[in-house]
């Protein structure tokens, strides 16, 4: 299947590894001209690399930090100096996630860098990338949220505040720019074999007495399909978001977590 892709431009955040690096190997797989970012060269250096032995094309890097907000602005302005075509098609705005834990176990300071992390700066690159869409008629904004937008876990209350209300702002972009050609989605990750998966293991080994192996294991066993997920699951579903074929999908939040979610909708 064809997805369209080829000589689009993609701009991919939280992409040295993971989720991101994942979502950046698909599009450059399908013919997109691929910019990722992370906070650390070396680990971008490595996943470029990893890119053009699989697929043959160049990826372009550009680090920076996406809690500082001069920096997102200039991650944006390097990109677009990147890309063949100066312009944002298709923007993957992921990061890392925040710290776990319980409201009183968490100071001030965590909740405004959370805010800048996951809100702030997918609403910031949403405003750098959106105007050159709206000329060309033509644009892809996907968020890698989480499944715990759909059914909350307690020691997730960071994650749980701000990847809502990305949500809430994706759906309402969503609604008022489909008729520009552009659609907005958020992609929502289940228990997924990343270095967050593992962080989050060893959290609640700790809480729970525990080893991590012991949680990753009943991580498995509350997902209906019996295991956790790859990265490379959730990044063929971004890729076909990215495409001319996903034109009429906007507005919707996308779980990929083997059917952990329990709600209908």
Request: charged share 20%; hydrophobic share 45%; aromatic share 6%.
């Amino acid at each position: 299947m064809d997805l369209g892709l080829k000589g689009k431009g993609a701009l991919v955040t939280g992409a040295s590894s993971g989720l991101g690096a994942a979502c950046a190997l698909a599009l450059a797989a399908e013919g997109a001209e691929v910019v990722i970012n992370s906070r650390n060269r070396e680990k971008l250096a490595s996943c470029a690399r990893k890119i053009l032995d699989a697929t043959g094309h160049k990826v372009k890097v550009v680090v920076g930090d996406l809690v500082n907000p001069h920096d997102v602005e200039r991650i944006y302005a390097e990109s677009v100096q990147a890309l063949s075509q100066s312009r944002v098609d298709i923007l993957v705005s992921n990061t890392g996630g925040p710290v776990a834990g319980y409201f009183l176990d968490l100071p001030a300071d965590k909740w405004e860098e959370s805010y800048h992390l996951i809100l702030k700066s997918a609403v910031d690159l949403t405003r750098a990338v959106l105007p050159a869409m709206i000329e060309q008629k033509w644009g892809r904004l996907i968020y890698i949220t989480s499944v715990a937008v759909l059914q909350p876990l307690d020691d997730l209350l960071l994650s749980n505040t701000f990847r809502a209300g990305l949500t809430g702002f994706c759906k309402t972009v969503s609604n008022t720019y489909a008729r520009h050609g552009i659609t907005a989605n958020t992609v929502c990750p289940g228990y997924t074999a990343t270095e967050r998966l593992k962080e989050l293991s060893a959290s609640r080994a700790k809480q729970q007495g525990i080893s991590p192996e012991e949680v990753l294991a009943n991580f498995a066993k509350l997902t209906p399909a019996g295991r956790v997920g790859e990265p490379e699951e959730l990044a063929a579903l971004v890729a076909f978001l990215a495409g001319e074929r996903a034109a009429y999908l906007t507005g919707t939040a996308f779980p990929v977590d083997g059917g952990a979610h329990k709600g209908l909708f």
